[in-house]
């Protein structure tokens, strides 16, 4: 198994789209990318501790590739907005990919270059080594999964 972690705006809708995509095994919320090794949310939504909100992957290499999630990455959000997402603003809204080894980062320089030659330039995601990664609290963790579920048993 590999991991991947990315930041691409608020973590709750990327954890979920990426959850069902064949080859990832499993997923998880947190923040990465800031000055502390263990932040809480409330932290993090202030902005003052350099963290992103990410969503980790682990995956299947033989069943998806890391070029193929990071394709997806560019899909599943705007790369071209800076520090946010939509209505989503802030620097810990923001699109970067944290790389584990040389390999994802190569990889990840690779189609964000080809995706800055069609934009013009205008890429605003960052690519970073990974720092600091914690878990995001657990109400946050499969987000949607739950609300629906919690949706569904109302009726």
Same mark, same amino acid.
């Given at each position: 198994?590999? +991991?991947? #972690?990315?930041? *691409?705006? !608020?973590?709750?809708?990327?954890?979920?789209?990426?959850?069902?995509?064949?080859?990832?095994?499993?997923?998880?919320? @947190?923040? !990465? @990318?800031?000055?502390?090794?263990?932040?809480?949310?409330?932290?993090? !939504?202030? @902005?003052?501790? &350099?963290?992103?909100?990410?969503?980790?992957?682990?995956?299947?290499?033989?069943?998806?590739?890391?070029? $193929? =999630? =990071?394709?997806?990455?560019?899909?599943?959000?705007?790369?071209? %907005?800076? $520090?946010? %997402? @939509? *209505?989503?603003? &802030?620097?810990?809204?923001? +699109?970067?990919?944290?790389? #584990? +080894?040389?390999?994802? /980062?190569?990889?990840?320089?690779? #189609?964000?270059?080809?995706?800055?030659?069609?934009?013009?330039? /205008?890429?605003?995601?960052?690519?970073? #080594?990974?720092?600091?990664? !914690?878990?995001?609290?657990?109400?946050?963790?499969?987000?949607?999964?739950?609300?629906?579920?919690?949706?569904?048993?109302?009726?």
């Amino acid at each position: 198994m590999q +991991s991947a #972690i990315l930041a *691409l705006g !608020c973590f709750w809708s990327p954890e979920d789209k990426f959850r069902k995509i064949k080859g990832i095994t499993s997923t998880e919320v @947190g923040y !990465c @990318g800031g000055n502390n090794p263990k932040v809480a949310y409330e932290e993090v !939504c202030r @902005g003052t501790t &350099g963290h992103a909100e990410v969503v980790k992957l682990e995956f299947d290499e033989k069943t998806i590739s890391y070029e $193929d =999630i =990071i394709r997806f990455f560019f899909n599943f959000h705007n790369p071209i %907005q800076v $520090d946010g %997402q @939509g *209505l989503n603003i &802030g620097t810990n809204y923001r +699109s970067e990919i944290f790389y #584990i +080894s040389e390999n994802q /980062k190569k990889t990840a320089e690779k #189609i964000l270059n080809k995706l800055n030659e069609k934009f013009k330039g /205008k890429i605003a995601t960052r690519i970073s #080594i990974i720092k600091n990664y !914690c878990k995001a609290e657990e109400y946050h963790q499969k987000y949607f999964q739950k609300k629906l579920q919690n949706d569904i048993s109302f009726n």
